[in-house]
């Protein structure tokens, strides 16, 4: 199998300045591809990068 770029849910929730939680939300709604290796699970760079260029927005109370 080739290795392809992915990242975990925390990787990606450090890098982009989201809770976990938004991240596991986003995964879900936008139906991102991911793999299992050694118990973790990694979501493909190709379906996140989009997130990770955006700035989290500010939530106004």
Known sequence: ?????????ADVSALSGRP???IYRLASEQRWRR???????????????HLL?????AKIH
């Open 1 to 9: 199998m080739s290795r392809v770029a992915a990242l975990t849910a």
């Open 20 to 22: 976990l939680g938004t």
């Open 53 to 57: 260029v955006t700035t989290p927005t």
């Open 35 to 49: 793999h299992r290796e050694a118990g973790k699970v990694f979501y493909l760079l190709e379906d996140v990068e």
